[in-house]
């Protein structure tokens, strides 16, 4: 069953999703194209068996999906509810210039939208061997739509630069929100996980600030997780780096905001050292993206 | 034919490395575990035939080593002199302290290093499905143990950094070269690659400039290519982006240099434009490295 009718419909939705960006991020087809590969993400992984995954993360508890040759990445069992429905019930809350207090709250949007991206990313684990590049896409699409529905802002991937000598240039960036005149402009990597290249995220901000002024650009990447399972031992460790982000923060850019979906616990405590470096739920931007703006 | 005796072999070299890099990597026991390595590689892709390459790069001719069931990276024919004894004749020259000029040249080690690395690399594309990690793994002790050799210093991975609130902390580098007090210090990272990751040699720089003040450190990192196969299509094409690593140069930190095996055209220039960035091939490091060090 390593490839059936629901495994193309998936794809087919994957590539739905690829078209249809073209059109911006914050369309009504958008918001289709995202519940459709929810629920076939979720009745594909329903072919297979779950199982438990030996957490090396205090606190967390990770299960997998099974297709016989090989396991699906490591699911947080306390964040995960597959369930259509709840994410029918948030997406009738997301009206555009919505506000959203008190109908909803942070950890059931970090909830809701973990689950959804979840199920997409180990489906393709067990759809399609070795994929990498299918889940990024997905995560960097999916998590510009929100972005783009909460700033009412379509986002763009590069941007002039000036140039004395030479022609003026194109400078691809990660997604940049520009929120007009006068505003802050966001600044948004959004990655599946950083490992051992987190130092990027810094490295553009950097860029950024050089270029256009320090302050130009809020610096707020998006994280999936940063789980790592081994598929033999069915183990499944976090890779953290505190100490190294710390001195990224000190020394090559300042980060507003690190968002995640499956949150470390291990760079909760970076808010209150110096430098601050707030890391936090993405559910947690929805509530707090126009204080921001405001510096 | 994908695992015989010769590929055995082969791996059990790789093991040696590995262990003879605790020894550092200016040992006698290292160059011969070098020139056996060079060897094997040899001998295993002799194994298989080799397939002419659709070259997208102008000047350049490439060809590859196909299994029969995948091909190998791509080798770049100006440069690729499979052949031992040009090996052995540039290692007797390699004593302590040895003075190469006259005896050998620039393009010359270049050839003959070049062949040397990728033989290995093309050797475990073919035995070893999707391994990025012994390839890069090779690479980084290959060029560490030429580099130790010409500036008589062993290599270090990691460094204090000084910490106000907190203990002191190791930071994790990339190779880095101590010519003791008052001389600068070599920061060279060594990768078979950059491709989308070429801001973070400079992030890396602008860390240690910022923990330890500006030119400290001077980076001067070592890659092998650009290029990259589609093994479908049989063509290579190198991924080069000399208007973004300009920008690095201005706004992260300055490289002092970097040096390719196989150097594309596309990155000599950078040398003559404004921030000077120069490229160069890597057997020119063996005559200029003092002079570096003088600033």
Chains 1, 2 share one sequence.
Not at 62 to 82: E, T
Request: aromatic fraction near 12%; include cysteine.
């Amino acid at each position: 069953m390593a490839k059936n009718k629901v495994g193309t419909k998936l794809e087919q939705a994957y590539e739905d999703l690829k078209a249809e960006v073209r059109n911006g991020h914050d369309s009504a087809a958008m918001t289709q194209i995202i519940t459709d590969l929810y629920a076939e993400s979720l009745a594909y992984l329903a072919g297979f068996k779950s199982v438990q995954l030996d957490s090396k993360v205090a606190g967390k508890n990770y299960i997998a999906h099974d297709n016989g040759k090989r396991i699906s990445r490591a699911i947080n069992v306390g964040l995960y509810v597959p369930d259509l429905a709840q994410w029918k019930a948030l997406s009738a809350l997301l009206t555009p210039g919505a506000n959203l207090n008190g109908k909803t709250d942070a950890a059931t949007i970090t909830r809701v939208l973990y689950s959804m991206a979840i199920s997409f990313c180990a489906a393709i684990d067990l759809l399609k061997n070795g994929d990498q590049k299918t889940p990024g896409t997905y995560f960097e699409h999916f998590i510009a739509s929100f972005f783009a529905w909460r700033v009412g802002v379509r986002p763009t991937n590069s941007i002039q630069v000036l140039s004395l000598d030479e022609e003026n240039t194109k400078l691809p960036t990660d997604f940049i929100f520009d929120l007009g005149k006068n505003a802050q402009k966001f600044h948004m990597p959004i990655k599946t996980s950083t490992r051992e290249r987190a130092i990027m995220l810094w490295a553009h901000q950097r860029l950024l600030d050089g270029v256009f002024g320090t302050d130009r650009f809020m610096g707020t990447p998006v994280l999936l997780a940063e789980t790592k399972t081994d598929s033999k031992k069915r183990d499944v460790m976090e890779i953290c780096l505190p100490e190294q982000w710390r001195l990224y923060q000190l020394y090559i850019a300042k980060l507003k905001r690190v968002y995640y979906l499956d949150m470390p616990a291990a760079y909760e405590k970076l808010g209150r050292n110096f430098p601050p470096l707030v890391v936090k739920p993405f559910g947690e931007f929805f509530f707090e993206w126009d204080a921001l703006t405001q510096g």
